[in-house]
């Protein structure tokens, strides 16, 4: 029973990987290592899926990830409407970074979600784009008029959202991937060949791809929410 | 003994998301069943619901792993 208490504590803590001989050391967590592997590998498989990409006879790669960008410059245009196209990309990129974040279980790294404040920033650049978006889309006056809506008693509200909606959005990510890592590891403490198996296809597939798509969803509806005008 | 019980009772926030989805997932069923050519786009709006519904729950085991680990 002790072991098994040790091993989640053990899992719990965010692990520094090692430490940049530099300026009286740099640690480096196990989060920001995970994410650099990460990078490399998004980065690797991006120049060699979009190598030779022809405009008149695409090949099967192409015509996947057409219909990849298709599929997310559709679901952009129907969350936050017809000035979607500045927010497209963003929105891929943190879905693709996020998916693999999540995934990374699989690999055998550690999950850098699992760390809250890699969710943390991520909730940070969220809130930032939502609410940067609506002053720089409707200007000052309109962005400020913006927390009077739908009426003016609401603004204490509207104003506690910026603090909520960051908050919410961290905590919903940290927690899901914290709560099945830790669920993963008793499972794997307990029964440890074949069973974990089965609980990964729902525990780390499965709930990863639906907070991915929770995440960009709700900071797509927040944006096309607060940029839109009467 | 004190702590477990607080991490217990904090976990206690499951009670109102397994509610709330199975609530949700019950008229999500309904309104296929009443309307199949809608299904995807119900289903997308139930995964959301899901989602948010579920996050209590998540804040409820957060704040019982901060109970017992930090606290």
Request: charged content about 10%; proline content about 5%; some cysteine.
């Amino acid at each position: 029973m002790s072991n098994i208490q040790e091993t989640m504590m053990s899992g719990m803590k965010n692990q520094t990987a090692f430490t940049i001989p530099v300026l009286g050391g740099i640690p480096i967590s196990e989060a920001v290592l995970t994410s650099w592997i990460l990078m490399v590998l998004i980065m690797g498989l991006v120049f060699l899926l979009t190598r030779k990409l022809k405009p008149d006879q695409p090949g099967r790669v192409q015509a996947f990830l057409e219909m990849s960008v298709g599929a997310l410059n559709h679901f952009a245009q129907d969350s936050i409407g017809p000035r979607w196209r500045a927010f497209a990309p963003w929105l891929g990129t943190v879905a693709v970074y996020i998916a693999a974040a999540n995934l990374s279980g699989l690999l055998g790294l550690v999950p850098p979600t699992k760390d809250v404040s890699v969710t943390a920033g991520l909730a940070l650049t969220s809130v930032c784009l939502i609410y940067g978006s609506s002053f720089r889309f409707l200007g000052l006056r309109g962005g400020l008029r913006k927390f009077a809506e739908p009426m003016p008693l609401l603004i204490p509200i509207n104003v506690m959202e910026i603090a909520i909606r960051p908050l919410s959005l961290c905590m919903r990510l940290f927690g899901n991937v914290l709560g099945s890592f830790v669920i993963m590891e008793l499972i794997k403490a307990l029964v440890p060949v074949g069973v974990p198996v089965v609980f990964s296809l729902y525990f780390d597939i499965f709930d990863g791809l639906i907070q991915t798509i929770v995440f960009v969803f709700l900071t797509a509806l927040f944006t096309g929410e607060t940029i839109q005008e009467e | 003994m004190s702590v477990a019980i607080g991490a217990a009772i904090a976990v206690f926030t499951g009670i109102g998301a397994g509610l709330g989805i199975g609530i949700a997932t019950g008229k999500a069923t309904e309104a296929i069943a009443r309307q199949p050519e809608a299904a995807s786009q119900i289903r997308s709006n139930l995964l959301l619901g899901c989602a948010l519904a579920e996050a209590t729950a998540i804040y409820g085991f957060v704040i019982g792993l901060v109970v017992i680990f930090v606290g």
